[in-house]
């Protein structure tokens, strides 16, 4: 028998990646920027067994078995076994999967990024394979490629239709920006309504808006980004990541039926973040939202103690509205 667990970060990004321009090799239609959080906050843990005793592959995932046919799970497999082929026995036993996260998983919270990073990354360690996995980590799940990396990371969609050019790059490592922090606001601990595969594919199938943010907007937005990341302008980046939530979530809207995946208390914070930017006259925090209600908010440090402040005055810890605050930082990506 042989076991390999590995530790895998969420990302959370700042410029978003929404809609594909293929549903299998999960090919996006724009750029999108990330940064990969700290993985102690949050985090997916996974394991893998392979032994010639095993009669099937199973997959347990936070203590519950799953369904090992997902198509996806079934491609990320496949491809490493045939990768491990003829380098490996191992490649041939089945193996059984054990993965939790330390955070409400299906969320919106990137369960599925830190998930399928980590499992690829254990995967590759299990099979001995060396090189790029993230490509693996993107058929599980888009955005799981920019886990692979850490500190600020660009996933370049790239052109060519078997998807060798849509491939990830780190934009400058998690040390450039040590000031840099997130608060995770848990709105919601439930799983969301409308799965992100679906909310992107009717996106596609239905919205005009989302022409215009491939073409018009984030081309743009993404040069501007990489270039605040650069250059620690914390103001211009957080303009940037404010306006790109936003417009996510209006081409979902756009899309029909509409896709909602921000609920009230998400608007009380968006409206909150920017009396408090108005109030002191500058641009201190910045929210961002992912496919469900949670906010990812990025500040800088020195200003952590007092928007917390704001937070707990405005949002008390009362059951259904915010229920915890998770600071983490940008770091450097899975740890075998
Ligand atoms: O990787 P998926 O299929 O779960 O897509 C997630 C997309 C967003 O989280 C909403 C945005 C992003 O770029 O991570």
């Not at 018009?216 to 937005?221: F, I, N």
């Amino acid at each position: 028998m042989s076991t390999v667990t590995c530790v895998a970060p969420v990302n959370i990004a700042v410029v978003k990646y929404w809609g594909k321009r293929d549903e299998t090799l999960i090919l996006p239609v724009n750029d999108s920027i990330s940064a990969t959080l700290d993985t102690e906050q949050q985090c997916a843990k996974t394991t893998v067994m392979a032994s010639p005793n095993f009669k099937e592959d199973c997959i347990w995932l936070n203590g519950q078995k799953e369904d090992i046919r997902n198509p996806r799970l079934q491609n990320c497999l496949a491809e490493f076994r045939k990768r491990a082929g003829n380098i490996s026995h191992i490649g041939q036993w089945k193996i059984h999967i054990c993965s939790e996260n330390n955070f409400p998983t299906a969320a919106g919270l990137a369960s599925s990024a830190a998930g399928y990073a980590c499992l690829v990354a254990a995967l590759a360690k299990l099979y001995n394979i060396e090189g790029d996995i993230s490509s693996i980590a993107r058929v599980g799940s888009g955005s799981a490629c920019r886990s692979v990396l850490g500190g600020f990371v660009k996933w370049c969609m790239g052109s060519l239709s078997d998807g060798t050019d849509s491939i990830i790059k780190q934009i400058v490592p998690a040390t450039h920006w040590p000031e840099m922090r997130v608060l995770i606001l848990v709105v919601d601990k439930g799983k969301k309504k409308v799965p992100s595969s679906i909310g992107m594919k009717r996106t596609m199938e239905t919205s005009d808006l989302i022409k215009h943010r491939i073409k018009h907007v984030v081309p743009d937005r993404v040069n501007k980004m990489e270039q605040a990341i650069i250059k620690k302008d914390f103001k211009t980046f957080a303009e940037h990541t404010m306006k790109d939530s936003n417009q996510m979530h209006a081409v979902c809207l756009d899309s029909y039926p509409p896709v909602i995946y921000m609920n009230e208390i998400s608007y009380a914070l968006i409206d909150l973040v920017h009396l408090y930017n108005e109030a002191v006259n500058d641009t201190k925090v910045a929210y961002t939202f992912d496919a469900g209600p949670n906010a990812t908010l990025y500040l800088l440090e020195e200003n952590v103690p007092e928007f917390v402040g704001v937070l707990d005055y405005f949002f008390p810890p009362l059951e259904n509205t915010l229920v915890e605050y998770r600071k983490g930082l940008p770091i450097e990506a899975v740890t075998p």
